[in-house]
């Protein structure tokens, strides 16, 4: 049964933590994507790799860090630089497609993280 | 460049009745468009997508949406609202280079 899972669900983190939210696929994508939402402000990519052991900034890549060992894994860590981390995190995944052959992206159910 | 705007932010109608969904993308590419849904505390799922084969998409759940280059939209269209229908909707245009832009979505509310 493919797809992205992502752990834990909800995760709480004291203030001056470190946390990392996990997220795997077995969809046999090269590209993987970490999201930030927020109520009412739709999705913010924060880090996206398109093969293993490369990844790039996203729009608020600030305190947050990523590694891409695995070309099924993309764990993404919260630094406690990031000021404001309680927010829904999701982890997406696609092919990269041909020129002029586009592909849907596939989502993990999301971590709810909270600090505390 | 590639961005989307989803005109509603929330739109309410009542059981049985349609549903409209608005979205206009602006995109250098000859765009790749897509629509998904999002129920509370889940992921996103995909409802359609458009990739140039036909201007009429259908997708899962009795959506649809139709291209209009003309117009730069991509509405989301459904004959008649079901109470399981209500959720956030989220428009996507992407581009060559596999990267995704996300309107800010529509929240729907279903009225019994």
């Known amino acids: 049964d493919g797809g992205i899972t992502q752990s834990p669900k909800y995760l709480f983190r004291k203030e001056g933590q470190n946390v990392t939210l996990s997220c795997e696929q077995n969809l046999n994508h090269d590209a993987m994507y970490w999201y930030r939402q927020d109520p009412g402000q739709g999705l913010r990519l924060i880090y996206y790799s398109q093969i293993v052991n490369d990844f790039q900034k996203g729009d608020i890549a600030e305190g947050y860090s990523v590694s891409r060992e695995k070309k099924e894994s993309f764990p993404l860590t919260v630094t406690s630089a990031q000021k404001n981390p309680t927010a829904f995190y999701l982890c997406?995944?696609?092919?990269?497609?041909?020129?002029?052959?586009?592909?849907?992206?596939?989502f993990g159910p999301g971590t709810r993280l909270t600090v505390l | 460049a590639q961005s989307v705007t989803q005109l509603d932010s929330h739109v309410s109608v009542s059981e049985g009745t349609p549903v409209l969904l608005r979205c206009n993308y602006s995109s250098s590419y000859s765009p790749s468009l897509f629509w998904y849904v999002q129920h509370p505390n889940k992921g996103l799922q995909l409802l359609l997508k458009y990739t140039s084969a036909a201007t009429l998409v259908k997708g899962i759940n009795g959506f649809e949406a139709e291209f209009k280059k003309s117009e730069t939209s991509f509405h989301l269209t459904k004959p008649s609202a079901h109470m399981s229908d209500a959720a956030e909707y989220f428009c996507v245009v992407s581009d060559p280079g596999n990267q995704f832009y996300f309107g800010t979505g529509t929240s729907l509310t279903v009225i019994p």
């Open positions: 997406a995944s696609s092919i990269v497609g041909l020129a002029g052959l586009y592909n849907e992206q596939f």
